[in-house]
């Protein structure tokens, strides 16, 4: 290196250690005074300057002892966070859908192109971000803004038909992703991954449903779900797909094994109960019978996942490819599962002993792993499963990191089993449930006595308390979340496991999604309890 090369070196350098002794400096004196105003100028002079100062300042990480976070999370800051992280969210997820430049109808999984590269359009978190933007439509007042999220889903059917004409290397509906030219990706990778149709299906029945409700019948038949054999419609040919090939093996949600899988087995369920119904009200009965037929074999295999020796719903059962080192069998898809998956009927449903059970003991294991958990005020960061090795960008020792949406998935998890107790009426307490109970933060300082056999019922109080006991702890892991992001709102795919920043594929659209959806059922909760 040149002498002046050098010097130029050790001056930036300087430079760079100078902006963050400013940058702790300026950060307590804003934290002092406590309003998000100041928060939002931190954030603008922060822009201003180079991006390793930045990282070090985003969100109020608990791994910058300097920082005092408790003014990040007061009940007032928490309440204005949850609005600006909504607009955010609506807006990072916006972002990835029919982005400049692709054809129009694709879902990127997130706009980085390189380490990692995910602009491609994956079927699952494509499926799952434009679900979300039919929840945008459904709560949109203004007429224009309606029409805009219509004509993004009449793009997404447009490409999800054209995904399935196109040839690809898993030879049928599985393949799990595509070039955002609408081309086949034609390098290796975990294929088939069959939960990919069942969630398309999901979404676009929801969007039948809206166009049907429209008395657009018609503009039904032909694109969504005409009724024939062979099919030339995009749900008909992913209900046709789900109910004639769901025992066959696949990869799983992570695209690491391959096997059965409670997640990909739940979705395929929930889809064919779905798409029964639909086939009913279009008049294509015996699609309809076929289709229940299907998805009540599928709930034989379903309760095998049940381990009952070790207290939770295991992952994926006969695996038969892909990576091995899963021993535990413990892993977050199994919640999604149950979120993506629930039929609205009583399988698998929330309150269910298995899924709280299944739910607490993750939560322990992941909180065990992560030097973020040693805060215990914050609930529990979430990740994939305990043996995870991928960081986001490549797999390494002990790499494996907390997931935005699965920690999202926690509170959303949380908030719909406080909705479906209050649907039962009561809360039993039993010996799968009661350790979940008592791990409550805050369960010590109510007194309530709880043993396995007690019944605590609506309106006797006690119930009222637990549901608002579980509507707080809901809240933690949305707070775990707002701890570790910037000011910005931008959600990555990750959280490093040690120093809690942002990591992995930014402005991942599933980790938007995610967000949104756990703030809707939110809402529905806090109706629920305070209904005025
Ligand atoms: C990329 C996959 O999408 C991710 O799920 C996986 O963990 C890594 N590759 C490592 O195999
Ligand atoms: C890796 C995740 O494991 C997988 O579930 C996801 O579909 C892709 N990333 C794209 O976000």
Redesign the pocket.
């Known amino acids: 290196m040149r002498p002046w090369d050098k010097t130029r070196l050790y001056f930036s350098r300087f430079m760079n250690q100078f902006f963050v002794i400013f940058f702790i400096f300026a950060r307590n004196v804003f934290a002092f005074t406590d309003s998000s105003e100041s928060c939002r100028l931190s954030d603008d002079l922060i822009s201003s300057f180079s991006r390793s100062s930045y990282q070090l300042f985003q969100g109020c990480s608990r791994s910058f002892p300097v920082i005092d976070s408790k003014h990040c999370s007061t009940n007032a800051t928490f309440e204005s966070w949850i609005n600006s992280e909504k607009s955010a969210s609506i807006q990072g997820l916006l972002m990835n859908v029919s982005p400049e430049g692709v054809t129009r109808g694709v879902v990127t999984a997130s706009p980085s192109r390189s380490d ?1 590269d995910y602009f491609f359009h994956w079927v699952r978190d494509a499926s799952l971000v434009m679900s979300a933007v039919i929840d945008l439509y459904e709560d949109s007042l203004s007429a224009s803004r309606k029409r805009e999220y219509e004509r993004l889903l009449e793009d997404f059917v447009d490409f999800s038909r054209k995904n399935q004409l196109t040839q690809n290397l898993s030879g049928g509906l599985g393949e799990p992703k595509f070039n955002v030219d609408g081309t086949a990706y034609s390098l290796e990778w ?1 294929r088939p991954q069959n939960d990919g149709p069942a969630l398309r299906a999901l979404t676009l029945i929801r969007f039948a449903r809206i166009r049907l409700a429209q008395g657009a019948i018609d503009w039904v038949r032909v694109r969504l779900y005409d009724g024939l054999i062979p099919t030339h419609s995009v749900i008909k040919s992913d209900l046709e797909f789900i109910s004639h090939h769901w025992r066959e093996h696949s990869f799983d949600v ?3 094994v391959k096997g059965q899988h409670f997640y990909t087995q739940m979705v395929q369920r929930r889809a064919l109960l779905e798409g029964a119904a639909l086939a009913d009200d279009l008049k294509d009965f015996q699609a309809a019978k076929w289709y229940r037929k299907q998805a009540q074999a599928l709930e034989a295999q379903i309760l095998k996942y049940w381990d009952d020796s070790r207290k939770y719903i295991q992952v994926t059962r006969d695996d038969s490819g892909g ?1 091995s080192t899963k021993v535990s069998g413990l892993d977050v898809a199994v919640i999604l599962g149950c979120l993506h998956g629930y039929a609205n009927d009583d399988f698998f449903s929330f309150s269910d002993d298995r899924v709280i059970s299944t739910a607490d003991v993750l939560r322990q294991a992941f909180d065990q792993l992560y030097t973020i958990n040693r805060d215990s005020s914050l609930g529990t960061a979430i990740g994939r499963y305990p043996e ?1 090795v ?1 960081d986001g960008h490549s ?1 390494g020792v002990n790499a494996g990191n907390p997931w935005v949406l699965a920690t999202l998935g926690y509170a959303e998890l949380y908030s719909r089993i406080a909705q479906d107790f209050f649907r039962r009426n009561q809360i039993r307490v039993t010996t799968l449930n009661l350790p979940f109970f008592q791990s409550l933060d805050g369960i010590q300082s109510l007194g309530v006595s709880l043993r396995v056999g007690i019944v605590f019922k609506k309106g006797g109080g006690i119930f009222e308390t637990l549901l608002t006991l579980i509507q707080k702890n809901a809240d933690l892991y949305l707070k775990r979340v707002q701890y570790h992001s910037p000011l910005s709102g931008s959600l990555s795919e990750q959280m490093n496991r040690n120093t809690g920043f942002m990591q992995g594929a930014r402005d991942l659209a599933w980790s938007y999604a995610s967000f949104l959806t756990a703030i809707q059922e939110r809402e529905k909760l806090a109706r629920l309890l305070s209904p005025d």
Do not use: H, R
């Open positions: 990692p975990g992570w695209e690491e990576i995870d991928y797999v």
